[in-house]
Every structure is written in structure tokens, then in C-alpha cells.
Nanobody, 122 residues
Framework: QVQLVESGGALVQAGGSLRLSCAAS????????MGWYRQAPGKQRELVAA???????NYADSVKGRFTISRDNAKNVVYLQMNSLKPEDTAVYYC????????????????WGQGTQVTVSS
């Protein structure tokens, strides 16, 4: 069994910063891509940022230059540093990871965390 547990969500004023963390635990052989998604009320879940095991990153246009994704492969943790936060960044942020759970199966499966609330006040 695999679990992803996010932390770091909070209420913050516009212009402020937050750092989200997501730790993967359980039956993990390797992790390919790890990412952060967000879902605001009444909107679809959208990709915020993703990072491969080799460190290649991808960002949504709306967060480029403000957010930074990083990961610690030894600890199976992914981070999202969020700076210059705007009210439109308000959402539930979800961690996502493509995980290979055993050495004998080559398949990666997608797992999700439970989400952490980020609220940016104007």
C-alpha cells in the first residue's frame, strides 16, 4: 500500500509565501514523475507543476516565475515553494506521483494525496 501525505497549506495574505510538502510512503520501488495539482471551487483540477526523477520540471503558465517544485529522491518527498501568492492561487492542492511498487512489475501506478487547502486573502 502506498500513501501520499501533504502538508503546509494555510491562510496567507497576497504577496506572501508558502511551502508545501508531500511525502510518499509504503511499498515503493521507484517513483517516476511527482507533481502538484490544484482545484479551486467550481473549477477542474489542473496541473501546477511536475518534476521527473531526473529533475526535469514543468510548470503551468500561471505560476511560472513564482512557484518552484523540487524533490528529495532519497526521502520520496516533493516540495512546492510558492512565492508572490495571489488570491487566484486559492485552491486545494493535491500531490500526485507515478510509483512502481515492486521490482518484478515494470508498471507505474498513479497515486494521489488527500489535499491541503491554500487560501490567499487580498
Amino acid at each position: 500500500q502506498v500513501q501520499l501525505v501533504e502538508s503546509g497549506g494555510a491562510l496567507v495574505q497576497a504577496g506572501g509565501s508558502l511551502r508545501l510538502s508531500c511525502a510518499a510512503s509504503g511499498s515503493i520501488f521507484s517513483i517516476n514523475v511527482m507533481g502538484w495539482y490544484r482545484q479551486a471551487p467550481g473549477k477542474q483540477r489542473e496541473l501546477v507543476a511536475a518534476i521527473t526523477s531526473g529533475g526535469t520540471t514543468n510548470y503551468a503558465d500561471s505560476v511560472k516565475g513564482r512557484f518552484t517544485i523540487s524533490r528529495d529522491n532519497a526521502k520520496n518527498v516533493v516540495y512546492l515553494q510558492m512565492n508572490s501568492l495571489k488570491p487566484e492561487d486559492t485552491a486545494v492542492y493535491y500531490c500526485n506521483a507515478d510509483i512502481r511498487t515492486s521490482s518484478w512489475s515494470p508498471f507505474h501506478y498513479t497515486y494521489w494525496g488527500q489535499g491541503t487547502q491554500v487560501t490567499v486573502s487580498s
